[in-house]
């Protein structure tokens, strides 16, 4: 073999070598990044776990503090409202009422005829506005104004199979989702504005006067008999259609609960007696807050970065507005620590709330064997291509256990709920029906969340109440739910 030659076998054989290691390490180094994805994947799981007894300890927290909460004002981070509904439903109303369902950047206007036990709800309809984003920053005059001329323009168009009895005022149920210190059914002043909005005159002014003013200046001759929140709405809307319903819980963009409390079992009340002996609590527990939950430096760097840090605790780890957030958070870290998206990091991931519940969903949801589903998604959304399907596998289960602590937390508290009732353990060997209606978009839509959820509950109750304790769909409650209860607290009862 000449010289040449011999020159020419050492080089390739250099190069070969030098192939082989590069290979090597670079299979070295992606074994290495899967290894810390792992790792960071596995340690985020430990801190969500929830137990059975952990979640019966959550639930325990939650019952004390609705104990502390009614008895004084600001005795708990639960408020426990007193709603100043005394009177649910029951199918016996007639007539036709109104209901106006303000919560966020749109509002509903209804009507229902309704025809007692015999007719139900006879007829409805609605029509559904949005809110002009300079009026979610400006007066509440002209927030007011607006809204009233479209209640107008909607009583305008009334059709002929809609009949209000002779000599009757019109009445509206109000169900307006913002914190309110309520001074009766029918008055309350606003404490805080969530949910986008700041109209800073509006906070500690009754906003059913307000309301009542602008309806006034558009000539409209409406009474708003019944001021409520979307919960108790709720509430009200399932106790029409099952009279064992006593509980009613949201999941949505935000969480809360209400549920029916003895009157009596109330210290901080001082008002008239109940006419039933009972009161609607709205208990705003997405203000909850326990040293049993289990939260993890995702969720209190997600907190301390919020609009209202060290506040809504328990709704930050179970609504709909923030469990892509967390998912979106612990992906951030997977790809600057473990270069999960390669060697370098997505700019949209960095994007804060740019994940939202809605794609989580869809992608813990997908069933097919490549995850195309969860491939569309991250292009789409984050920019992110040509992922591999252990990658997506590895987001799938991260929207796993997300999802299901949230789920899980969402059963420990109505359990909570259950406790303080008296309606966790069977009584005089007799089983009492217990009915809790349910609503928003993350119960609804988000299947994997809300079958979590009740196969939870179903464990904390055991199976001697597995068959009394039922969870119902409630869908629009809270708009025909402030209908209802206009009719309920009519002036013309």
């Given amino acids: 073999m000449g010289k040449v030659a011999v020159t020419a076998a050492v080089i390739c054989a250099a190069a070969a070598c030098a192939a082989a ?20 994947v596995k340690e985020f799981e430990e801190k969500c776990r929830t137990p059975i007894a952990k979640l019966k300890q959550i639930a325990d927290a939650m019952t004390v503090e609705m104990h502390a909460g009614l008895a004084s004002e600001g005795g708990s981070k639960l408020k426990m409202l007193i709603s100043y509904v005394d009177n649910l439903p029951t199918g016996d109303e007639h007539g036709l009422f109104y209901a106006l369902d303000l919560g966020g950047t749109n509002f509903r206007v209804l009507r229902v005829q309704l025809g007692g036990k015999s007719g139900r709800i006879i007829k409805q309809e609605f029509v559904e506005v949005s809110i002009p984003s300079h009026l979610m920053v400006g007066t509440s005059d002209a927030l007011f104004n607006y809204i009233a001329a479209e209640l107008a323009k909607f009583v305008r ?21 913002f914190p309110v210190m309520q001074t009766s059914i029918a008055s ?16 500690g002014q ?26 108790i709405g709720t509430l009200a809307g399932g106790r029409y259609l099952n009279e064992d319903v006593v509980a009613a819980v949201i999941l949505g963009t935000g969480s809360n ?20 002996g009972e009161m609607v609590i709205n208990m705003e527990w997405g203000n909850f807050k326990s040293s049993h939950l289990p939260l993890t430096e995702y969720d209190r760097a997600m907190d301390a970065e919020s609009l ?40 949209k991931l960095k994007i804060p709330f740019i994940l939202r519940t809605p794609e989580m969903s869809a992608m813990h949801h997908d069933t097919s064997p490549d995850l195309r589903v969860v491939g569309a998604k991250l292009k789409d959304i984050l920019e992110i291509c040509n992922t591999s399907l252990r990658t997506r596998k590895f987001i799938v289960e991260l929207c796993n256990i997300v999802a299901s602590r949230g789920a899980r937390l969402s059963a420990a508290g109505i359990f909570g709920i259950l406790k303080k009732m008296g309606r966790d353990t069977v009584k005089d060997g007799e089983k009492r029906r217990t009915v809790i209606a349910m609503d928003g978009g993350l119960y609804e839509h988000y299947t994997e969340f809300s079958n979590c959820l009740e196969n939870t ?9 597995l068959d009394s304790v039922l969870v119902e769909h409630s869908n629009d409650g809270s708009g025909i739910g402030a209908a209802l209860l206009a009719a309920s607290h009519s002036q013309y009862l």
């Fill in 157 to 177: 168009e009334e059709g002929q199979d809609f009949h209000l009895p002779l000599g009757r005022q019109r009445e509206l149920g109000f169900t307006f989702s």
């Fill in 21 to 40: 290691a590069l290979v090597v390490r670079h299979r070295m180094r992606s074994k290495g990044r899967w290894a810390r994805a792992m790792a960071i």
């Fill in 257 to 276: 609960a209400a549920y029916v409390e003895r009157a009596h079992a109330i210290p901080k009340w001082h008002g008239p007696s109940s006419k039933s």
């Fill in 188 to 203: 309350g002043t606003l404490i805080k504005w969530t949910k986008g909005f700041s109209i800073d005159d509006a906070v």
């Fill in 308 to 347: 209202n840090p060290g506040e809504q605790i328990f709704e930050k780890s179970i609504s709909g507005l923030y469990l892509g957030e967390i998912v979106r958070r612990v992906l951030c870290r997977m790809a600057e620590e473990a270069a999960f998206f390669g060697d370098i990091v997505p700019p």
């Fill in 206 to 231: 009754d906003v059913v006067a307000g309301l009542t003013r602008a309806m006034e200046r558009q000539g409209l001759e409406m009474r708003v008999s019944a001021l409520v929140n979307d919960t």
């Fill in 457 to 465: 509950l179903r464990e904390l109750l055991g199976e001697e109440l």
